[in-house]
């Protein structure tokens, strides 16, 4: 720690541990000795960076970096002195071992992700009920632990778990969602060896750029294929929704309302080849003014299993001279259509011309 203040070093924060909370891996630490020594760590880094002033922010201190446990993490924060701890990390990899060869299954069961919410929920309660001030971010989250499982959590299909992922966290109030990882094992953002992006680089590229920090109460009726969520947008006018489709064989035709919440209805569904046209107007029509923007992420040739990813029916490529990252640009809809979700399909759909009360206040 001394070393990063003496050569100036921006360091955001300094994490307690890794995977010792609860039953831990391997071996654990009790909550009143991490308690104990998150206090230690806040003096540290206190007295390290006092001599900066105010010329630079201190960085956070977090804990415990490891699985929700509900007693551990309770015992833990209450003993924790309020002005020690910012944030407490928790890890997911919910989907169970990556040699797992149901990893699939789980990503497409509707109710298996819904059990997903669980230690957002919990470890909300206990944060309010703690009267702490700490915040809760996602530490580290690969899905299926031990590197994952190749063509599975580096393919399209993972951006389902991964998206959904992202908008039940922050449906709770998580901060942040650190991913695993960049580059590494089978869950990497980018092939390792070539460094070409992978499909959840450009699913989590789009949510960066798209969704604002502001949630919006949402509800769909229908299917229980279609995941639903909407924040304000980010950057920019209205609001914007993420829908991701299950359901490989069904198209989904969906109205959005806006009265007190966000309410997504499925308009009609029908059975259809899972290869879709997207027969939009060109960004910049002038046939209707009133349009939103839709991104429409599908898989290379229609499988699941594919590091090749769509948008709008074209192939997301790096440029291979400037090694740039390709233009996704929306293509247009009016307002007055449904959406329309392919089988196994993601859309964000960017609503600029809708008031939403919650996304024009400061707060």
């Given amino acids: 720690i001394r070393y990063t203040v003496n050569k100036n070093f921006t360091i955001f924060g300094w994490e307690l541990g890794n995977e010792l909370s609860g039953s831990g891996i391997g071996t654990s630490v009790a909550p ?60 997911i990899y919910n989907l ?55 063509l599975v959590t580096n393919a399209f299909v993972f951006s389902f778990w991964y998206l959904d992922q992202l908008g039940m966290a922050s449906s709770y109030n998580t901060k942040t969602y650190c991913r695993q990882s960049l580059v590494g094992g089978n869950y990497g953002l980018l092939n390792p060896t070539t460094f070409v992006p992978n499909p959840d680089y450009y699913s989590a590229l789009l949510w960066h750029r798209l969704m604002g920090t502001k949630v919006l109460s949402t509800s769909f009726s229908g299917t229980k294929k279609i995941r639903a969520y909407a924040h304000c947008s980010k950057k920019s006018q209205g609001i914007t929704i993420l829908l991701i489709n299950l359901d490989g064989n069904t198209i989904a035709n969906v109205h959005v309302s806006t009265e007190n919440a966000i309410t997504i209805q499925t308009a009609q569904q029908h059975h259809q080849n899972r290869r879709s046209e997207f027969a939009r107007m060109a960004k910049g029509s002038k046939v209707n003014a009133h349009v939103r923007e839709e991104y429409h992420l599908t898989a290379g040739g229609d499988d699941l299993h594919s590091q090749t990813v769509l948008l709008n029916g074209k192939v997301l490529a ?16 009016r307002l007055s259509d449904p959406i329309t979700i392919a089988p196994f399909s993601i859309v964000f759909a960017h609503i600029a011309n809708v008031t939403v009360p919650a996304c024009m206040s400061n707060s």
């Fill in 32 to 91: 009143d000795q991490y308690a104990s020594d998150i206090t230690n760590l806040h003096d540290i880094v206190r007295k390290t960076y006092a001599s900066l002033g105010k010329r630079k922010k201190k960085p956070l201190v977090l804990a415990p970096g490891g699985f929700y446990d509900a007693n551990w993490l309770t015992e833990f924060i209450n003993k924790t002195p309020k002005n020690s701890l910012q944030v407490v990390t928790h890890h």
């Fill in 318 to 333: 790096v440029n291979n001279t400037s090694g740039s990252i390709p233009s996704m640009e929306p293509v247009e809809a």
């Fill in 96 to 150: 169970g071992p990556g040699d797992d060869t149901h990893l699939i299954d789980r990503i497409l069961d509707p109710s298996y992700l819904d059990g997903g919410s669980s230690p957002f929920s919990g470890l909300q309660g206990i944060l309010k009920s703690s009267g702490s001030s700490a915040v809760a971010w996602v530490g580290e989250a690969g899905g299926a632990y031990n590197s994952g499982h190749n």
